[in-house]
């Protein structure tokens, strides 16, 4: 079975602060999306990262994929409370047609 | 541009009644189709795929099915539900291509009673 650990779980924080969520696997994926979903939502694309060691840039949001495509990270600079949300990472393998969900991050920002 | 339409958003059914939600997407052709439930708060869950009509993948062992009875429609059905059947269910389609991203339709919340 493939898993893809993404954490924190949970977190809360101030207004202004710094964060980053990790999603990790021992597999290899062609590609590792990153979602965003609010409450009674679906959830909805923010990014797809393709190459290893790959960076993209959303506004304050910074996602790179790992050099040897096995693992992503998510970081928000000087956190608004626009960014509370569930953030999910998902990869994807050529051979499948399914994607591989994280659990999921629920993030808070207090103002 | 493609949409997705999934309907009912909100549902509460007795246990033991059955259960039909239905997703249709506008705007493309043979997308691939998927069912999730979603805990709250936490990952999806995939119960069936579909890349073609009358072609359904199951993934978890339960009491629901699901169908594709035309190119751009997927049905999730029961005959009989249970309580442990409540969930916030999610229909998805995507292109053929695995890399593309997903898009999800505004989800049903299903209570069972």
């Known amino acids: 079975t493939q898993l893809l650990e993404q954490s924190p779980q949970f977190l809360s924080i101030q207004e202004g602060e710094n964060l980053t969520v990790y999603c990790n696997s021992s597999?290899?994926?062609?590609?590792l999306q990153w979602y965003r979903q609010e409450p009674g939502e679906g959830p909805v694309l923010l990014v797809t990262?393709?190459?290893g060691g790959e960076v993209k840039k959303l506004k304050r949001l910074t996602f790179q994929f790992g050099d040897a495509r096995k693992d992503s990270s998510l970081h928000i600079t000087a956190a608004q409370p626009g960014d509370t949300g569930l953030y999910l990472c998902?990869?994807?393998?050529?051979?499948?047609?399914?994607?591989?969900w994280g659990a999921g991050t629920k993030l808070i920002i207090k103002p | 541009s493609q949409t997705i339409h999934q309907w009912p958003a909100t549902l509460v059914q007795p246990v033991g009644s059955p259960l039909s939600l239905e997703c249709t997407v506008e705007?493309?052709?043979?997308?691939?189709l998927y069912w999730y439930r979603q805990a709250a708060g936490r990952g999806l869950q995939l119960l069936f795929y579909?890349?073609?009509?009358?072609?359904i993948s199951s993934e978890v062992p339960q009491n629901l099915s699901a169908s594709r009875p035309q190119d751009r429609q997927f049905i999730l059905s029961s005959k009989k539900l249970l309580l442990s059947d409540s969930g916030f269910y999610l229909c998805?389609?995507?292109?053929?291509?695995?890399?593309?991203?997903?898009?999800f339709g505004d989800g049903t919340r299903l209570s069972i009673l």
């Open positions: 998805a389609w995507s292109e053929w291509d695995s890399n593309q991203p997903q898009h």
């Open positions: 990262v393709v190459t």
């Open positions: 998902a990869g994807a393998r050529d051979s499948n047609y399914q994607l591989i």
């Open positions: 705007g493309t052709s043979n997308p691939n």
């Open positions: 579909s890349v073609g009509i009358g072609q």
């Open positions: 597999s290899v994926f062609s590609s």
